[in-house]
């Protein structure tokens, strides 16, 4: 008989499901964990209503060791609406590693497709990943076909690089949302959204409500953009922290030992400083970066005027998610910001490759606070 199990997990496991996400960090310059407290399925619904967790359960233990989760959405492709999954939160306990986990779990994974409610997937995996990355895409033990699709940045903008910027022509004005907005925010997203692989298809039910999708955004949290009367961008500013945590586990040398210079430098230029172990960073992830026409002075504008809210609320970085090749990434070269690169990828099994093969050109959307 297996040692392991693996099937869905309930909401009876949620507090296993939070102990390995926090017993998972994230090697790098800073080593963090990704949180989901204090429920992790109240927090699943950000990647979409449709949510299944794999889990694989140590029997002897009776303890989950690892997990994925995969979403499905509805989600332009090619400009039409299709239904895409989203595989995300692989996590595995160190002491459980190279036992064919990985492969049995994507056999679980392989049998939920059948279900026929998704075509393509969509993951991403951080850049420095290369364990993830050479097991993940390497086809073996039954693995799915991994299509690197392209790079996706997510920048994080110190509130206090703040800069002028000139109003673009046109007599643009920047107003906060209303909830009586949210018809217009609606057409507008369906109007301008296509224009983007992969740009998700928005209702009202992702607004506004103890259950939506933008789960605790406010319509005063979203800006608006308007010239001559017309409704030409959309900006928001989302505060997650009260189900999706950040958390510092350590730094590697030689920030070890630099964070606490650099500290008492940052307080005196007014800069944030650097959390220790065991505190989480303190940001606000910006939202549904949509602009008409791709205007770069009116995104200027719109993220001008997010950072300005956001240093006034106290929060120490705005973070902005673009793919690589979407128009508006020169507007965020301006500033002084520290970029991290996660790798996108559109998922296959055998059924599926013709649609992957038919893709168009033009530039992903992925929603940051989404993944």
């Known amino acids: 008989m297996s040692r392991y199990r693996v099937e869905l997990a309930t909401p009876a496991d949620d507090a296993d499901l939070r102990r390995v996400l926090a017993e998972t960090p994230m090697p790098g310059r800073i080593t963090v964990s990704f949180r989901r407290e204090p429920s992790y399925f109240d927090a699943a ?181 308007y010239r001559n009367g017309s409704l030409v961008g959309t900006l928001a500013g989302w505060d997650q922290h009260r189900f999706r945590q950040t958390v510092v586990h350590g730094y590697h040398w030689p920030w070890n030992w630099l964070r606490p210079l650099y500290n008492r430098w940052a307080g005196w230029r007014d800069r944030p400083r650097l959390p220790g172990p065991g505190d989480t960073f303190r940001y606000l992830t910006a939202a549904l970066p949509v602009i008409a026409d791709d205007d770069h002075d009116v995104f200027a504008l719109l993220l001008e005027t997010l950072m300005d809210r956001a240093r006034a609320s106290g929060w120490d970085y705005l973070l902005l998610g673009l793919y690589e090749s979407d128009p508006l990434l020169p507007v965020v070269h301006r500033y002084r910001a520290t970029w991290y690169t996660t790798r996108v990828y559109v998922v296959c099994w055998d059924d599926s490759q013709a649609l992957y093969a038919m893709l168009d050109g033009r530039p992903a959307y992925l929603e940051l606070g989404c993944l």
Do not use: W
């Open 45 to 225: 619904v950000v990647e979409g209503r449709s949510c299944q967790v794999v889990a694989a359960r140590d029997c002897a233990a009776g303890r989950i060791v690892g997990f994925g989760a995969r979403s499905i959405g509805e989600r332009y492709v090619n400009g039409a609406l299709e239904p895409v999954g989203y595989l995300s939160s692989l996590r595995l306990l160190q002491g459980h590693r190279n036992r064919g986990l990985v492969a049995r779990g994507y056999k679980f994974f392989r049998k939920l497709h059948a279900d026929g409610m998704a075509r393509l997937y969509l993951t991403t995996i951080a850049e420095g990943n290369r364990v993830a990355l050479n097991i993940l895409t390497s086809g073996r033990a039954g693995l799915p076909s991994y299509h690197f699709l392209g790079r996706y940045y997510t920048v994080a903008i110190p509130t206090s690089r703040c800069r002028a910027v000139h109003r673009p022509h046109g007599a643009v004005c920047i107003r906060q949302a209303n909830a009586q907005d949210l018809p217009a925010v609606l057409g507008f997203l369906e109007a301008v959204g296509p224009r983007r692989q992969f740009f998700p298809r928005r209702q009202a039910c992702d607004f506004f409500m103890p259950d939506a999708v933008f789960r605790d955004l406010t319509p005063a949290d979203v800006l608006l953009a």
